[in-house]
């Protein structure tokens, strides 16, 4: 590499690495995230889950014979007793959990019932508290119970009722439609900010303070400066990216609650995350480059930052249609074009379908997106109206 | 002496710059002209050793003058040749042979003036040997190795000047053009870069300086030009500028002619 772009990398590195507050602003939104997911995810389970040691009562009135096998196999307390008036306040009062009353000869009654004849059939009465979850759970499980009960009384065929899973997609593939859903779009709008957090500064900012004139004064080429920097941002942005992403990978099982406490990232081979790191960097330089061209245009940081936004919403919208794209594109011309094929790769990665060839055309395209930018930063930096902007 | 005999290494000629002024800047500056000429067919040469003076009031075109000979922004028309090379067919050997200092150029703050000047020599292509040897001298020559390690922002504004002063000539140019010298400076540090200057002369090199400050024309240069509205009024040695008088009595007879005349 030409030595020029070796200094400015250099340069744009050591200011980056020798401020703290900078390297916290690009770590600190992974660490937010992990521990913002996994608030939510726990703050779910204690709202909506039931604590497993918990043991709920079930009091039974007129408790069948047919029953009496049946209902200890929830594994609840069942309690006998005839009080119901007293055993609804307890109910309301959360003090027990379901309260069931079967009619007084309910076996018989369920023996002589005809559902031809038009007649009300035997009804059993289930009284629970919906403000509990324990209550709630109690009575969703009695209810099953009771269903398949009746069920196997009329059974004349079973549908999947073997011991054995009868979902013939393995936990791999599952796993790998979810990641393939939600990575996409959260591994954009990492990249996206990643990005965003850095190249207004380094741009626009240099502008502001004056101190990209005293660069241009020496005979480096203008195209060195914007390379170097385009190739700095993006190795800074990776990083800002990569930490987003290892924060969420590792808050993802507790956001989706206790059913995916086995869902890890260790699916996917090696040739799969190397594919990922290429489309990741080559998306990352377009997003810098695109960047740093809007925030060549503006006199401020905060201006930099606002013509941004189009980029962010255009990222999101991206983001956002790679979940419900139905999977990767099999077209070669999906992958040529910049942002929409990153988000093609990453559906395919991550629900391994990935075309490597895919991949290739993707960082090709990429990269002469990055040239084109690169060629008309240069040009910017040697327009004065760009530079000594009033 | 005859100047015929000594070697030009500036020549500027027929520089005209314009500017097109915003609505916001139209306002602000309550004028309803839409198109600046900053710098109008400005013309002079400077000899290899001397300090040249560009003398104006405020926005005379001193500092668009001295942005067009630094290759930082382009004359609508004219040119300028820096040791022989066009500043305009040629801005990077123009680049590599001149130091253009001015306080609009900044250093950035998170860096110490030691790893500033190894970027910039780095930015020149200055061997690493010849580097190490030139800023153990500058940075002695100023007492910056004392401060060194000391990030740009931590710095007094005398020593941040005298930083941007090293930094600009890591490359031993020829030419070292400087817009304002003493901007902003207190007189001790002001008397360390006019000395500075003059050391400069000695070794051969030379000068351009732009000023609005008499005193500082008369201690330092060998010939003078007046600028006014962009126009060169008057471009001499200091002697026949000021044919007997002070520069400063001198100066307003010229002043009252032009503007007289124009209005
Ligand atoms: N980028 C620009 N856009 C518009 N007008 C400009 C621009 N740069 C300079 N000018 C105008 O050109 C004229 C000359 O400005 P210049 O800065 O060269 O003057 P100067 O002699 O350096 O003045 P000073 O002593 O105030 O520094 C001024 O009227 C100024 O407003
Ligand atoms: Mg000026």
Redesign the interface.
């Known amino acids: 590499m030409r ?2 772009i070796i ?1 400015i990398m250099k ?1 744009e590195l ?2 980056f690495f ?2 703290k507050r900078l390297v916290v602003s690009i770590l600190l939104p992974g660490v937010l995230i992990y521990v913002m997911y996994s608030f939510m995810g726990s703050a779910m389970k204690n709202n909506f889950g039931v604590d497993e040691r918990y043991t709920p009562t079930v009091q039974a009135v007129n408790l069948p014979v047919s029953m009496e096998a049946l209902l200890p196999q929830t594994g609840f307390a069942v309690i006998t007793g005839t009080d119901v008036a007293a055993a609804k306040e307890a109910v309301t009062a959360q003090e027990l959990d379901l309260l069931l009353v079967f009619p007084a000869d309910f076996d018989a009654q369920v023996a002589a019932y005809q559902a031809a004849s038009g007649q009300t059939a035997p009804n059993v009465a289930l009284y629970h508290n919906s403000a509990s979850t324990n209550s709630t759970f109690t009575y969703q499980t009695v209810v099953a119970l009771l269903d398949a009960y009746e069920a196997g009384m009329v059974n004349k065929f079973d549908v999947n009722a073997g011991g054995e899973s009868y979902d013939l997609a393995t936990a791999q593939d599952s796993m790998g439609s979810l990641f393939a859903m939600l990575m996409p779009m959260l591994l954009m709008t990492f990249l996206y900010s990643g990005c965003a957090a850095v190249a207004p500064e380094s741009i626009a900012g ?1 502008k502001e ?3 990209i ?8 080429r203008r195209s060195d400066i914007a390379l170097g920097k385009i190739l700095a941002l993006g190795i800074i942005s990776t990083i800002s990216a990569a930490a987003s992403a290892v924060g969420s990978i590792l808050a993802m099982p507790k956001l989706m609650g206790a059913a995916m406490e086995d869902m890890n990232a260790s699916i996917y081979g090696i040739t799969d995350y190397l594919l990922l790191a290429a489309v990741i960097f080559s998306t990352v330089l377009v997003l810098v480059t695109l960047i740093s061209i809007l925030s060549a245009f503006a006199k401020t940081i905060k201006e930099a930052q606002t013509y941004a936004m189009p980029v962010m919403i255009l990222v999101m919208a991206l983001g956002i249609s790679g979940m419900f794209g139905g999977g990767a594109s099999s077209e070669l011309w999906a992958y040529s074009i910049p942002l929409y094929n990153s988000v093609q790769c990453m559906t395919g990665v991550f629900s391994f379908s990935i075309l490597p060839v895919g991949v290739a055309v993707t960082v090709a395209a990429n990269a002469a997106v990055t040239l084109l930018g690169v060629f008309v930063l240069a040009k910017m930096f040697n327009s ?1 109206k760009i ?2 902007a ?1 | 002496m005859a100047l015929s005999e000594q070697q030009e290494l500036l020549q500027v000629k027929g520089l005209t710059k314009t500017f097109q002024l ?1 609505a916001k ?1 139209q306002k602000l500056e309550k004028t309803k002209e839409k198109v600046r000429t900053a710098v109008n067919d400005l013309s002079f040469t400077a000899y290899k050793g001397e300090i040249f003076g560009l003398l104006g009031p405020n926005g005379a075109g001193k500092t668009t003058t001295l942005r067009m000979l ?5 004359p609508d028309s004219g040119d300028a040749l820096v040791d022989g090379f066009s500043v305009v067919k040629e801005p ?2 123009v ?2 042979r ?1 130091g ?1 200092l001015t306080s ?8 110490t003036p030691n ?1 500033l000047f190894d ?2 020599s ?4 200055v061997d690493p040997a010849v580097r190490k040897e030139r800023k153990a001298a500058l940075f002695a020559r100023f007492g910056i190795d004392k401060f060194a390690e000391v990030k740009v922002v931590n710095l007094s504004t005398g020593m941040k000047q005298k930083v941007s002063l090293v ?1 600009s000539i890591v490359h031993d140019p020829d030419i070292i053009i400087f817009d304002e010298p003493t901007n902003g400076l207190d007189v001790i540090t002001a008397k360390v870069v006019t000395d500075f200057l003059k050391e400069l002369k000695s070794e051969g090199k030379t000068i351009i300086v732009s000023t609005h400050i008499f005193s500082l024309i008369e201690k330092l240069c060998d010939r003078v030009g007046i600028i006014i509205s962009g126009k060169m009024i008057l471009c001499d040695t200091l002697e026949n500028v000021c044919g007997g008088m002070n520069l400063e009595d001198r100066f307003f007879e010229i002043y009252k002619e032009t503007v007289g005349d124009g209005e």
């Open positions: 030595n020029g200094t340069k050591a200011r020798g401020d240099e303070r004056g101190t004139a005293t660069m241009l004064i020496t005979p480096i004065e530079i000594f009033r | 915003s800047q630094s290759t930082l922004i382009r990077d050997k680049r590599s001149i253009f609009e150029l900044k250093l950035e703050d998170c860096f790893y970027f910039f780095d930015l020149h292509g930094v």
